[in-house]
C-alpha cells in the first residue's frame, strides 16, 4: 500500500518490454570477463548480531507513533568491541513529549526485539541536503544524552553510579538510567552472570544471580546491595592468581571425561569445533598469518598438547609455537567447481580428527576463491575450546588484524591468568568451603530418589548401551519465535526458560515420569578472570522439577526460571565432580542423574569484524557443524540456537535407546505443545500432551 515506494523498487526492464526488474540496492560492477561483482549496500539494509535489518522499517514503525512527527534510524559502533547497535533520532510532534520507556514498548509491538535502537535522541528537526533528503551524515554524535523524561533518571547515589557502571561496562552502552530494564537494553543470562560478578568482586558480598531477574534495574540491584550489606553478608572471593609452570600442569576437571572419551574413541571427530567464514574485499593474508600467531601467543591453551607423563595424561604448554597458515588455491578451478570444492573441503576438515598428544589442537586453512574472495576454516578440539572461546578468538584476531594493518597494538586487556592456572585453581578449591557448600546443594537437589527414563519405543531398553547417537533437524520459524518470546517477556523469563519448560512437559509426554531432570550447559565463567580466556570451561547443570498433570505451563514455567537461577548460582561445582560424589554415595551409575540434555545458544555464536573486509557465517555449508553421527552419553540432546530465521536445532539421540520413527513423533508432538503453550498457556499439563486423531 506505498505505490511510490513500489514504483522505486519495481522498475521498468529496458531490455524487454512489459516486463520488470527488482532494484536490490546493491551496488556492484562489470568484469572485463563479463561477470558481476558486488560491492555494497545502496539502501539501509544492515545488519545487527547476525540479523538483516532494514532500517526503513524501523523508521515506519517509530513514525506511527502519534507523538512522533518524523524519525531516522541509523547504526553506529558500540565500543571497541567491534559490534553494532541501532540509534534512533527523532523529532517529536511536541517538545518533551515523548518517553524512552513509551517508545520502547510501542515498538516491542511492531517489532522483533533486534529491531529495537538501543538509543533514542531527539532533535528539533532532521538535518537535510539540498534536494530535501534527510543527511545522515549531518546527524550529530549520539553521545550526546539521549530522551529524557520520568523514564530516564541518573544515577543519584555512590552505588547506583558503581551499579551503573558496571551495567555500561557489560551492556557496551554510554549512558544507563536507573530504571531501565537490564533485558530490554539487551541483557541476557549470560551477562547477568557477568554483572553479579562484578558487583560481588566491587562490593564483596554474596548476591544470587537470580537478584537480576528479580530486580532488573540500576535502583534494584542498587538496593539489594544496600540490603546485602546490612545483613553482613560481606564475603572476600579467592583470587585465581598465575602459578609456576615447573612441574606438569594436571588437566582441569571438565577436560577429564574428553579424554577419557578419547581414549575409548581415539581419532573420532565429533569433538571438533569448526568455523567457516566468507571473506569478501582485499585480504592481506600476510597479516592474517601475523594476527592467528599473536592469538596464539596470547593464549596458553591454544599451544597445549596432552602427552601421557608417568602413566597420566598432562596439559604440556610450549612456550611459543608458530601455526600455519594453509591456503589452498581454487581460483584454477571453473567457477561453478569451486564452491563445491569449497564445501567439500570444509566438511573434510571436520572431520579431520586431531592428535591430543601431538597437536596442535588448532587448524587454520584459507580457500582462495578469487582475489577479493576467500573462505577461512578454523577447527579447534572442544578439549582446549568451547563456544565462548570462538567469540574470543576472533574477537582477538581481528584485533590483532586491524593493528598489524595499521602499524599499532591491539587494544586488549591483559589476561590476569591463563587456563591452566584456572585448572590449578579449580583443584584446589575443591577442597574449599565454597565447593563444598556447593555440593551440599546439589546432594540436596538430588536427595529423593531418581526413576530412570523409560522412552515408549516398543522394544526393551538393552542392557549394555553404545556411545553413538544420531540426529534429526528441526526449527522454529515465523509468528511461532515472535510468539514465544513475546510469552517468555510476560511471563517475567527468557526463551531458554520457554523451551526447557516445554522440553519438560515433552518428556513427561514420551515417559509418564513426573520427576523430570534436564542437564543444561553453562558456560561457567563467573569470575572476571575467565572472561577472556580461550579454554573449555563449560559445565552441565542439572534442572529437576516436578510435571503434574494438573499444573500449567505458567506455573511451570516461573518454577522452571526459579530452579535454573539456583542451579547457576551453583555452577562452581563440575558435573564431574558431583557424578563421582553420586557413584560412591548411592553406588549407582552416572546416567541415573541425567539422561537428557537441553543446549541452547544465543545470538550468532561467532562475530567477526575485520577492515575492509565483508564477512560472512557461512551457513551455506551444510552441516559444517553437525556431523550426522555424534558420540554421547545422554539418551537425549536437544540443541537449539538462534539465527535470523528464527531457531534451528538438532535432537540427538543414542541409537541403542530410540529409533528414528519414535524421533519424529517426538518432534511432532513438540511443535503441537509449543502451538498449544502459545494460545492458552494457562491450559494444565494434560491438555498439552492431548494427541490429535492423527497422532492417536
Not at 531516522?72 to 515523548?98: C, F, H, M, N, W
Not at 533518571?153 to 547506583?160: A, L
Not at 559445565?539 to 516436578?546: A, P
Amino acid at each position: 500500500n506505498q505505490p511510490e515506494l513500489t514504483a522505486e523498487k519495481f522498475v521498468l526492464n529496458p531490455f524487454m518490454a512489459g516486463e520488470r526488474l527488482y532494484r536490490t540496492g546493491d551496488r556492484a560492477r562489470y568484469l572485463p570477463n563479463g561477470h558481476i561483482e558486488f560491492i555494497e549496500r545502496m539502501d539501509n539494509q544492515v545488519k545487527i548480531r547476525g540479523y538483516r535489518v532494514e532500517l526503513g522499517e524501523v523508521e515506519s514503525a517509530l513514525n506511527q507513533h502519534p507523538a512522533v512527527r518524523e524519525s531516522v534510524t541509523v547504526i553506529r559502533d558500540r565500543g571497541s568491541s567491534g559490534d553494532k547497535e541501532l540509534v534512533a533520532y527523532v523529532v517529536p510532534q511536541v517538545p518533551s513529549a515523548l518517553s524512552v520507556t513509551e517508545l520502547r514498548n510501542f515498538l516491542e509491538q511492531k517489532l522483533p526485539q533486534y529491531m529495537i535502537p538501543s538509543g533514542f535522541v531527539t532533535l528539533e528537526a532532521l538535518p537535510r541536503n539540498p534536494n530535501g533528503k534527510v543527511d545522515r551524515n549531518a546527524l550529530p554524535p549520539d553521545s550526546q544524552r539521549p530522551l529524557l523524561d520520568q523514564g530516564f533518571v541518573e544515577p543519584r547515589t555512590e552505588i547506583e553510579e558503581l551499579v551503573a557502571r558496571v551495567w555500561r561496562e557489560v551492556l557496551k552502552l554510554k549512558e544507563v538510567g536507573v530504571y531501565d530494564n537490564f533485558f530490554k537494553l539487551g541483557g541476557h543470562s549470560l551477562l547477568a552472570t557477568r554483572v553479579i560478578s562484578r558487583i560481588r568482586d566491587l562490593f564483596h558480598i554474596d548476591m544470587p544471580l537470580r537478584t537480576v531477574f528479580q530486580a532488573p534495574t540500576i535502583v534494584g540491584l542498587a538496593q539489594a546491595v544496600v540490603t546485602a550489606q546490612q545483613k553482613g553478608l560481606q564475603v572476600v572471593r579467592t583470587p585465581i592468581l598465575p602459578v609456576g609452570r615447573e612441574k606438569p600442569v594436571l588437566p582441569s576437571v571438565a577436560q577429564e571425561p574428553l579424554l577419557g572419551l578419547e581414549r575409548l574413541f581415539p581419532g573420532a571427530y565429533c569433538f571438533n569445533i569448526p568455523a567457516a567464514y566468507r571473506l569478501k574485499g582485499v585480504l592481506d593474508v600476510n597479516a592474517l598469518k601475523r594476527s592467528l600467531n599473536a592469538v596464539v601467543e596470547r593464549h596458553e591453551a591454544l599451544r597445549t598438547t596432552f602427552p601421557t607423563v608417568s602413566g597420566r595424561q598432562v596439559q604440556f604448554i610450549v612456550s611459543s609455537l608458530s601455526i600455519t597458515l594453509e591456503v589452498v588455491d581454487l581460483e584454477r578451478l571453473p567457477e561453478l567447481q569451486r564452491e563445491s570444492e569449497a564445501k567439500r573441503l570444509a566438511r573434510e576438515e571436520v572431520e579431520t580428527p586431531f592428535d591430543l598428544a601431538a597437536g596442535p589442537l588448532l587448524r587454520v586453512k584459507l580457500l582462495k576463491l578469487n582475489d577479493r574472495d576467500h573462505v577461512i576454516l578454523v577447527t579447534m578440539h572442544h578439549i582446549i575450546s568451547d563456544g565462548w572461546s570462538m567469540i574470543i578468538f576472533f574477537r582477538d584476531l581481528a584485533q590483532f588484524y586491524e593493528a598489524s594493518l595499521n602499524g599499532h597494538d591491539p587494544s586488549l586487556p591483559e589476561l590476569p591468568i591463563q587456563y591452566a592456572d584456572f585448572s590449578e585453581w579449580q583443584r584446589q578449591a575443591l577442597e574449599g568451603q565454597l565447593m563444598k557448600n556447593q555440593l551440599v546443594y546439589w546432594k540436596q537437589q538430588l536427595d529423593r530418589p531418581l526413576s530412570r527414563f523409560e522412552f515408549s519405543t516398543g522394544r526393551p531398553r538393552m542392557a549394555e548401551l553404545s556411545f553413538l547417537a544420531a540426529r534429526k533437524s528441526l526449527s522454529i520459524t515465523g509468528d511461532l519465535v515472535q510468539s514465544l518470546k513475546k510469552l517468555s517477556q510476560r511471563e517475567e523469563g527468557t526463551l531458554f526458560t520457554t523451551l526447557l519448560t516445554a522440553l519438560k512437559v515433552l518428556l513427561y509426554f514420551c515417559t509418564g515420569e513426573k520427576d523430570i531432570r534436564v542437564g543444561t550447559l553453562v558456560e561457567n565463567r563467573n569470575r572476571r578472570e575467565t572472561e577472556n580466556l580461550i579454554g573449555h570451561f563449560a559445565n552441565t547443570l542439572i534442572i529437576r522439577s516436578k510435571v503434574s498433570p494438573s499444573s500449567n505451563f505458567r506455573q511451570l514455567a516461573r518454577e522452571v526460571r526459579d530452579i535454573t537461577l539456583a542451579a547457576q548460582a551453583h555452577q562452581d561445582l563440575p558435573f564431574e565432580v558431583l557424578a563421582q560424589a553420586w557413584e560412591s554415595d548411592k553406588n549407582l551409575d552416572r546416567a541415573s542423574l541425567c539422561q537428557t540434555v537441553f543446549i541452547y545458544q544465543t545470538s550468532p555464536l561467532y562475530p567477526i569484524k575485520l577492515p575492509g573486509l565483508t564477512v560472512d557465517l557461512l551457513d551455506d555449508i551444510k552441516r559444517v557443524e553437525e556431523p550426522e553421527i555424534a558420540i554421547t552419553t545422554f539418551d537425549l540432546i536437544l540443541a537449539m540456537k538462534e539465527k535470523p530465521a528464527g531457531i534451528v536445532g538438532s535432537l540427538i539421540y543414542k541409537v541403542d535407546v530410540l529409533d528414528e520413527a519414535v524421533i519424529n513423533r517426538t518432534i511432532a508432538h513438540f511443535y503441537t505443545i509449543l502451538r498449544r503453550v502459545i494460545s492458552k498457556p494457562n491450559q494444565p499439563v494434560s491438555e498439552l500432551c492431548r494427541l490429535e486423531k492423527t497422532q492417536r
